[in-house]
C-alpha cells in the first residue's frame, strides 16, 4: 500500500488482462471454459470495492460496490438465477445505490461519521419529498419507513388518484385496495373419480331419489349415517361395462342416476358399494341384470323401495320402521328378507317361487303372509317371484 492508493486493483486489473488475452490467443486451451469467463468477471467489482475500502476508507461507496459484485454473481451461482431474492432486490434499489454511490464520491476524505449523518439527511429529504408529491412511489421503494414519526399526520392530507376519479385520503384512513370477489366454484352433483370413488352431495330439497341400473356384477347398499354426502362409496366396473350418470336438481326431489352398460356376464367382476345418508329422505331404486343384491335398509330414512334382479339373488334387511312399501323382485333368483327383532311385516308374494316363514310367528292367507301377534312397528312388503324361493327370516 502507498499512499492513498493501493496496488491491489492494479495488480487484479493486469491479471484479469493477461488472462483474458492468453485465453483469447488460445494458448490456455480448453483449459478455462468460457462460461467461467462470462460468471466471474463481476468479481472485478468485488476487488474495487475492497481496494475502495481498505485504501481510500470510502466506506459508502466501498459497499455499494461490493453489493453490486455480489448481486451480479448472485445470478449465476444462486438457486433461481435472476429470481434470487438478490439480484431482484438490487433492482428495485440500484437507484438508491447510485444516490449513495455519488454522495460517496463528492464527500471522500470527509469522516465516516460526517458522511453517514450527511447521507441520512439526504435519504430522510427524499422519502419526504417522495411522500409529499406521490404515495404510490412510496409503496414501490424498496424499504418501507413509517412517516408518522417524521412529520405531523396533519399536514398529510390531499387527494389521491384513483380509478373514476379522486377521493380525499390522509395517512390516518388510506382507501382501501378493492378486493377481487372469489368466482364461486360449480359443484359437481355427482362426483366419479377414476378410481371409482363415487360421492354425491347433499341436495338443498329435503328428498331425493336414487336411481341404480346395473348390468353386472354386486350391488351392496347401506346406510352412511349424517354423513356430508347424500351417497358416498365405490364402484368397481368390469372393463367391458361404461357408467353414465344424470342428476336434476331442479324439482322439489333431487333426482340422481347411474347406469353401466356392457357384459352381462361378468358377474363376479363389477361391485357397486354404497351409503345412502340418512340426513335426507331417499326413493331407493335398484335394478340388476345379473348378478347379487344386498340391500341393509336399517336405519335409513326412506320414502320408498324398489329392488329388482333379473338373474341373481337377493337379500333385503328390512329397517325397523318405515312408511315405505318395501318392493322386491326377482325373475331368476333366491329371495331372502331379514326381519329386526321386534318388528312385523305385511307380505304380499306372487309368483311361482316356492316360500318359507317362520310358522310360529306368521300367518299365511291368500300370498299374505301376516304377524301371528300385534307388532308395534309393521313393514309392507310386496314380493315377485317367478324362479325361485322367497325367505322369511327372523334376526336379532
Known amino acids: 500500500m502507498r499512499g492513498k492508493y493501493s ?7 493486469i491479471l484479469s488482462g493477461v488472462v483474458l488475452e492468453l485465453n483469447s490467443l488460445g494458448l490456455l486451451g480448453n483449459s478455462l471454459p468460457k462460461d467461467i469467463l462470462l460468471n466471474v468477471w463481476p468479481a472485478i467489482l ?11 476508507r470510502r466506506l459508502i461507496g466501498s459497499l455499494v460496490v461490493l453489493f453490486t459484485g455480489a448481486a451480479v454473481l448472485s445470478t449465476q451461482f444462486m438457486p433461481g438465477g435472476t429470481n434470487n431474492p438478490i439480484w431482484q ?4 434499489a440500484w437507484p438508491i445505490l447510485l444516490i449513495l454511490f455519488g454522495i460517496d464520491w463528492i464527500f471522500a476524505g470527509r469522516s465516516i461519521i460526517n458522511t453517514a449523518v450527511i447521507i441520512a439527511l439526504v435519504i430522510i429529504i427524499i422519502y419526504v419529498l417522495f411522500a409529499a408529491l406521490d404515495v404510490p412511489v412510496m409503496q414501490k421503494l424498496p424499504f418501507n419507513i413509517d ?12 387527494v389521491l388518484p384513483g380509478q373514476g376519479g379522486s377521493q380525499p385520503w390522509n395517512n390516518n384512513q388510506m382507501p382501501a385496495a378493492p378486493v377481487s370477489q372469489p368466482v364461486p366454484e360449480t359443484v359437481q352433483p355427482i362426483v366419479i373419480t377414476p378410481d371409482g370413488q363415487v360421492s354425491i352431495a347433499i341436495p338443498a330439497q329435503q328428498e331425493a331419489a336414487l336411481n341404480l341400473n346395473a348390468a353386472s356384477g354386486k350391488i351392496s347398499l347401506k346406510n352412511g349415517g349424517n354423513t356430508p354426502q347424500f351417497v358416498s362409496g365405490t364402484i368397481k366396473l368390469d372393463g367391458t361395462e361404461t357408467l353414465t350418470q344424470n342428476a336434476d336438481l331442479n324439482g322439489p326431489t333431487a333426482q340422481y342416476s347411474l347406469h353401466s352398460s356392457g357384459n352381462a356376464a361378468a358377474s363376479d367382476r363389477s361391485n357397486w ?3 345412502l345418508s340418512s340426513s335426507r329422505t331417499a326413493a331407493l331404486n335398484a335394478v340388476l341384470n345379473s348378478g347379487y343384491i344386498k340391500a341393509d335398509l336399517r336405519s335409513m330414512n326412506l320414502s320408498a323401495v324398489n329392488i329388482e334382479n333379473k338373474y341373481g339373488p337377493i337379500d333385503v334387511m328390512v329397517p325397523r320402521s318405515t312408511a315405505a312399501t ?8 333366491d329371495i331372502r328378507v331379514y326381519i329386526p327383532g321386534g318388528t312385523g311385516i305385511n307380505c304380499s308374494i306372487s309368483g311361482t317361487g316356492s316360500v318359507d316363514f317362520p310358522q310360529y310367528s306368521y300367518n299365511w292367507s291368500g300370498n299374505v303372509l301376516s304377524p301371528r301377534r300385534q307388532m308395534q312397528n309393521i313393514i ?6 317367478n324362479n325361485g324361493r322367497v325367505q322369511i327370516i327372523e334376526s336379532e
Open 7 to 13: 496496488i491491489v486493483l492494479p495488480i487484479a486489473a
Open 46 to 56: 468485488i476487488f474495487v470495492g475492497l481496494d475502495l475500502l481498505f485504501s481510500q
Open 89 to 92: 432486490f438490487f433492482l428495485k
Open 147 to 158: 412517516l408518522k414519526s417524521i412529520i405531523p399526520t396533519s399536514t398529510f392530507s390531499g
Open 273 to 275: 358399494d354404497l351409503a
Open 326 to 333: 318395501i318392493r322386491i323382485n326377482a325373475s331368476n333368483g
Open 380 to 385: 309392507n312388503v310386496e314380493i315377485m317371484s
